[in-house]
Each structure stands twice: as structure tokens, then as C-alpha cells.
């Protein structure tokens, strides 16, 4: 599921704002060794760019900027039921969950969403669209980028496919490569640039190994499962999601690992689907894990760009991520079980009680994707990195890559706005160079 329209996935998501986690930035600029991604410089950012419709908290929230978000609007009564229900299991309300909330272990709030008057706001509407009559500025639609051109070790521009023919655009600084954390690799290795035995598997010719390019691959996991039947059906409102709570799966750990999200509608995977009768008029908390320890990595099917990867995405390969889910279901059900919620369900339709077996069965039958690839051509300086903290990339000149690609661990909830942030520190790098 990739967004093939200007905006990119945010043309197609949930609207869902969330900006991470302090320890996420934090990490990112000590392995990047520069402290320009840590979280006070990235705080300030996201305070610059924000328009924020809720609240006024100077401290974590800006007004006036160019990107509209808001807390959800009048929410279906189920999801301030649900920061009740949530209090009462010891997990605590907050007005915000893009303030000091993440800085700390956790909590439950109603979501932050990129709406505005009942219409998506995606990226383009906040950045491009006001800039579309630049003279400096053109835009193809319905144009397929095949390779990068390189000359030696410098990259020279892009070959594509556009209204029919194939067309060479050239650089005369720099290319960036924006095409997100499936397509940036596939590019690169594409343009011989990658692990050097996969690229010869491939069929492609070696023109700079470089070994990370496609490794690194992570993704966040959804449950479709903990679902309850409404007493009284209610109005989706919104986006469908407007309650979710980060908490930790374990006590120790450092910052929260887990984000469900409270879904207004029935939401199962296919297995679960065909295991469970799910009515019609059914509410969802969706057990999510935003901090996995699997790894996958990519793979070249051929030297044809109209070959489509092979994504090995290796998810709950790490016992780890199993037993964090296991424990992410138990705090759904203690939630949608609570009396706070009473009303709202006529009774739980799945998973019920189940023996810790046929927990990791059941969580296994529901892990789906949260739809939020990332790390394949990552930033740092170890040697599977793929960029610098200036976004370059290794042993290539006039090469950047600037996309959720480049995480060196993907942050704790969805993945728009840190993308959002990857973009505004590329601009900040241009200006300065």
C-alpha cells in the first residue's frame, strides 16, 4: 500500500499526527554524531512548522506555521471513554500526546490529526501547493524514475519513464532521492549502488558497494484483533482512530515500546476474520508495537526497474516482539474490558481469555503492517549506514537520500510527521551548504 500521488502516503493515511518519541531524536543524532537530529533541535521544528488547533502550549506546540494539526474534533463518545478506561488500568490522560507526554514512559489521549474543515491535509497541501507557481520549480505527474546516471562515483541525474518515452534529466549539483523507504533502495541498487553479491544475483553491474543499501528494513505491527460488539452502534468520527496510548511492555525498558489504537470500526486480519463471527457493529483497540526488534531486509528480483522487490520483512523473527504484543493484547482487553467502556460493548468478540499458546497463535494470526517502512538506507557511521548526517551517501558525490528511509530506528508512532521532519532538516542542510 504506497501512495502513487503527490503527498505521498500522506494522500492516503489515517491522518494520524504523531511526532515521536525524545528518545527516537536522541538516538538518531548520537548515531549520526550530530547533534542537529536530536530532540531539542527537532522540538523546535515541529514548533516552527505547526499550526496547532488545540490548546496553546508554547513550550511543545506552535501556532502560525504552514502545517495544520488539531486534536480530534467532537470524537465518537467511545474515545474519551476509552482515556477513562485507560486511567483506570493505571496508564495516565494527557490533554496532548505530542507534548511532554513523550518525554516521559507513556500515556492515553485523544490523537492529533491532519483535518481540516472534514478534508485530509496531506504534505503537499501544507508544503507545495503554495509554491507551485515558482519559476524554479517543475513538476512531473505520471513519471516513473528507472536509475539514478552516474559518472564514476558522481551521480549525474535520473533516467525515467514519462508520457511515453524514456528521458535522461540531469543535475548540475545534486540529486535527492526521495522515493521512500521501498523505492530509495531499490533506485540505488538499481543504479548499481548496494550489498555487491546481491546486485551480481541481480544481474546488475557493481558501480559502488556499499553493503547496507536494503538492509536495516523496519516496520511497526498492528493486530487486527481485540474487538468488542457496541451495545448501540455508533458514528465512526473523523479518522476512524481518535484515541490511541503509548506505554511500555516492560517497566525496564526506557521509553514506551507499544501504541494501540482505538479503531471505530471492526479491524481484523484475515486470519482472525475467518476464526471469529465479527458483527457488523463492532469497535477495535488495535494492538501496536512501535519499537520492534525484528529486521528485514530487501531484495533485487532482476536488473528490470518494473520487477518488484522481494520484501523479506522478517516480522516477530525476534521473540521479543512476540512477547511485547502478547503483552500489548492483555492491556487492550484490561482497557475494553473496563467499566468505562461497559456501555459502549454489548461483549468482547475477540481473542477472550486465552493460554499463553494460543496468545502467541492468535497474535501471530493478527500482525499486519501499521504501514510504516523505514530504515533501508540508513543514517550513521557504522558500516551498514547508507548516509552521513548530512544525508549524503557514502563514496557517491551529489547524492542525498531524505526519506523515512534514512531512520536509524524507527520512531515510537506513525511515521508522517518524523518524515515530515527528515525534509525539513534536508532543506535546513541545503541552506548551509
Known amino acids: 500500500a504506497m501512495g502513487r500521488a503527490i503527498g505521498g502516503g500522506s494522500s492516503i493515511n489515517v491522518m494520524a499526527y504523531a511526532r515521536g518519541h525524545k528518545s527516537d531524536y536522541d538516538h538518531w543524532a548520537a548515531e549520526a554524531g550530530d547533534a542537529a537530529w536530536n530532540y531539542d533541535h527537532v522540538l523546535a521544528i515541529y514548533k516552527r512548522i ?9 513550550a511543545y506546540r506552535g501556532q502560525g506555521g504552514n502545517v495544520w494539526v488539531q486534536p480530534a474534533k467532537d470524537p465518537n463518545p467511545i474515545a474519551p471513554a476509552m482515556k477513562r478506561a485507560a486511567a483506570a488500568i493505571g496508564i495516565p490522560s494527557f490533554e496532548d500526546h505530542n507534548g511532554a507526554m513523550m518525554e516521559g514512559p507513556g500515556g492515553c489521549a485523544i490523537a492529533n490529526t491532519s483535518i481540516k474543515d472534514g478534508r485530509r491535509r496531506n504534505m503537499a497541501s501544507h508544503y507545495l501547493h503554495p509554491v507551485m507557481q515558482r519559476k524554479n520549480l517543475t513538476v512531473l505527474t505520471r ?15 535520473v533516467e525515467l519513464n514519462w508520457q511515453g518515452r524514456q528521458r535522461r534529466i540531469g543535475a548540475r549539483r545534486e540529486v535527492i532521492l526521495s522515493a521512500g523507504a ?9 543504479s548499481g549502488i548496494g550489498d555487491e553479491t546481491m546486485l551480481r544475483r541481480a544481474g546488475v553491474p557493481v558501480r559502488h558497494a556499499l553493503a547496507g543499501v536494503g538492509r536495516n528494513f523496519m516496520d511497526h505491527i498492528l493486530l487486527g484483533g481485540c474487538l468488542w460488539e457496541y451495545n448501540t452502534p455508533e458514528a465512526p468520527r473523523n479518522n476512524l482512530a481518535e484515541c490511541t496510548f ?21 479491524f481484523t486480519s484475515e486470519a482472525t476474520a475467518k476464526q471469529y463471527q465479527v458483527p457488523q457493529a463492532a469497535w477495535s483497540i488495535a494492538p501496536g508495537l512501535v519499537q520492534p526488534k525484528s529486521r528485514g531486509h530487501l531484495e533485487l528480483q532482476s536488473a528490470d526497474p518494473r520487477d518488484r522487490l522481494k520484501i523479506h520483512a522478517n516480522f516477530l ?23 468505562e ?8 468478540v475477540m481473542p477472550g481469555p486465552l ?47 531524505a526519506d523515512g528511509s534514512i531512520m536509524p530506528r ?24
Open 50 to 58: 505547526e499550526d496547532w488547533q488545540g490548546t496553546p502550549d508554547p
Open 143 to 157: 513519471a516513473e524514475v528507472l536509475r539514478l546516471t552516474l559518472s564514476g562515483k558522481r551521480a549525474t541525474g
Open 182 to 190: 521501498l523505492n530509495s533502495p531499490k533506485l540505488l541498487m538499481l
Open 246 to 266: 503509548f506505554w511500555k511492555s516492560d517497566s525496564k525498558l526506557a521509553s514506551p515500546d507499544l501504541q494501540p489504537f482505538q479503531i471505530e470500526i471492526p
Open 317 to 339: 523473527s525476534d521473540p521479543a516482539d512476540v512477547k511485547a504484543l502478547v503483552r500489548a493484547v492483555e492491556l487492550c482487553r484490561e482497557i475494553g474490558n473496563e467499566a
Open 341 to 348: 467502556l461497559r456501555a459502549y460493548a454489548k461483549r468482547e
Open 355 to 401: 493460554s499463553p499458546k494460543q496468545m502467541e497463535s492468535f497474535v501471530r494470526d493478527a500482525a499486519l503492517t501499521y504501514w510504516h517502512e523505514t530504515g533501508t538506507c540508513k543514517m550513521g557511521r557504522d558500516q551498514m549506514a547508507v548516509v552521513d548526517s548530512q544525508l549524503r551517501v557514502y563514496g557517491i558525490d551529489g547524492l542525498r537520500v
Open 410 to 433: 524507527v520512531t515510537t508512532g506513525n511515521t508522517m510527521a518524523p518524515c515530515m521532519i527528515i525534509g525539513e532538516r534536508m532543506a535546513e542542510i541545503l541552506k548551509q551548504a
